[in-house]
């Protein structure tokens, strides 16, 4: 099933809709054309709290239009897989290389989904990434959060949009 089948099968209000599609393209868009990996959006939660992550996450902050955050949080297996690709040879801890490579897919899917969801005046800044496990990241009280559940070939990730303004 494609994720714009997927999509499709949801009873998702516009508003939400507006969240979840560019960046659920542009998740899949950029796991493909940079590291030739097929990834599957399997689900999408609403939640206004914090939950623990996977093992790095990558975090951008978002300004103007809307306000809040975008976190890209995958695990370990995959920021290891990601940085083979990458790097040409498999890293066996979280290192710089494999922060890096974060903060570069976090900033390429933030970017994507912010071109794709057509609103001006959005601003991004720098990625920051966080390593761990069972760390957490807590959106502003109030924000509007999305989480976008994926499978790869190499394990789970999410993309969480958590803004105000919209």
Request: with cysteine; hydrophobic share 45%.
């Amino acid at each position: 099933m494609t994720d714009n089948s997927f999509l499709a099968t949801l009873d998702v209000s516009e508003k939400r809709q507006k969240l979840i599609k560019p960046f659920a393209n542009c998740t899949k868009d950029v796991f493909s054309m940079m590291l030739n990996w097929e990834t599957e959006l399997i689900g999408i939660f609403s939640q206004e709290a914090f939950m623990s992550r996977y093992d790095c996450s990558g975090l951008i902050g978002v300004s103007g239009a809307l306000r809040g955050s975008i976190v890209v949080s995958v695990d370990q297996d995959v920021a290891f897989a990601a940085a083979e690709a990458f790097l040409g040879a498999r890293p066996d801890t979280i290192n710089a290389e494999v922060i890096d490579m974060v903060g570069e897919l976090t900033n390429m899917i933030a970017g994507g989904g912010k071109d794709r969801i057509g609103i001006p005046g959005i601003l991004l800044g720098l990625p920051t990434v966080i390593s761990g496990k069972g760390h957490t990241v807590t959106f502003d009280h109030g924000a509007h959060v999305e989480i976008l559940q994926f499978s790869s070939p190499h394990g789970p990730l999410t993309v969480e949009i958590g803004v105000r303004g919209l």
